[in-house]
């Protein structure tokens, strides 16, 4: 997290106001404060604001609280602050550090909103300006990363669905092929007869050679002589055959 620059100002009192015991309590939280002894300061604060609430002892308490790096509970005190303060430097410098507390907590939109109320208060303040220019780069980049992040979330569904439409397709396939399958063999087992004729197929008579076809004439004329004599000789015996009368 880059360095964000706490504004922070002691509270000025009057020589009579010495004697409240609010001020007193309010000027040793000051000096708790100034030697870094942030966890007395916060005490002494505290019991500043018992005795009166005013802006500034807010102020101090939430500076003290976000020294100590509980940057959500500075939130309150710093909103305190700007509630209670009656002139624009004390609201601008509440504004400046409640901006603070929440680019701490990475709350960058309300961040960004603090510091352009502090610059409303004072528009020449250079560390908001410099904070608020901070706040916004880290807020855009936290913009980009998302849309990045959501545009492979998309790429990644698309991904999914492909590849749940390609599985569903070639569960549909095979599917119609098991069923085409099962067609087929339903219709075997129904007609036996067209079953045995595809397992036997009937054989196809073969060409034959020239001299085969010869011979085979040959043959055949032979037998038909033979026919022949054997009905010329039956009708010769049935002519001679004749009685007498």
Avoid at 34 to 58: F, H, V
Avoid at 67 to 81: H, M, P
Avoid at 101 to 124: C, G, V, W
Wanted: glycine share 2%; net charge negative.
């Amino acid at each position: 997290m880059k360095t964000i620059k706490i504004l922070f100002f002691l509270a000025l009192f009057p020589v009579l106001a010495q004697a409240q015991p609010g001020h007193i309590l309010l000027r040793e939280g000051n000096k708790n404060y100034k030697s870094e002894d942030y966890t007395a300061a916060e005490e002494n604060y505290r019991k500043s604001l018992e005795k009166e609430k005013t802006s500034r002892g807010n102020y101090n308490l939430g500076n003290s609280i976000y020294r100590q790096e509980r940057y959500q509970d500075a939130i309150k005190y710093y909103e305190d602050a700007i509630n209670q303060a009656d002139n624009k430097n004390t609201k601008a410098r509440a504004w400046h550090n409640l901006g603070n507390a929440y680019y701490q907590t990475e709350e960058f939109d309300k961040s960004i909103d603090a510091y352009k109320n502090a610059l409303r208060m004072n528009p020449d303040d250079l560390e908001t300006k410099l904070n608020l220019a901070k706040a916004q780069l880290i807020q855009r980049q936290q913009q980009q990363q998302q849309q990045q992040n959501q545009d492979q979330e998309n790429q990644e569904q698309n991904q999914d669905q492909e590849q749940q439409q390609q599985q569903e397709q070639e569960n549909q396939n095979q599917d119609q092929e098991q069923q085409q399958q099962q067609q087929q063999q339903n219709q075997e087992e129904q007609d036996p007869q067209n079953q045995e004729s595809q397992q036997n197929p009937q054989e196809q008579p073969r060409d034959i050679s020239k001299e085969e076809a010869r011979r085979l004439l040959e043959v055949m004329d032979d037998e038909e002589q033979k026919v022949l004599e054997k009905l010329r000789k039956a009708q010769s015996k049935a002519c001679n055959s004749k009685k007498d009368w």
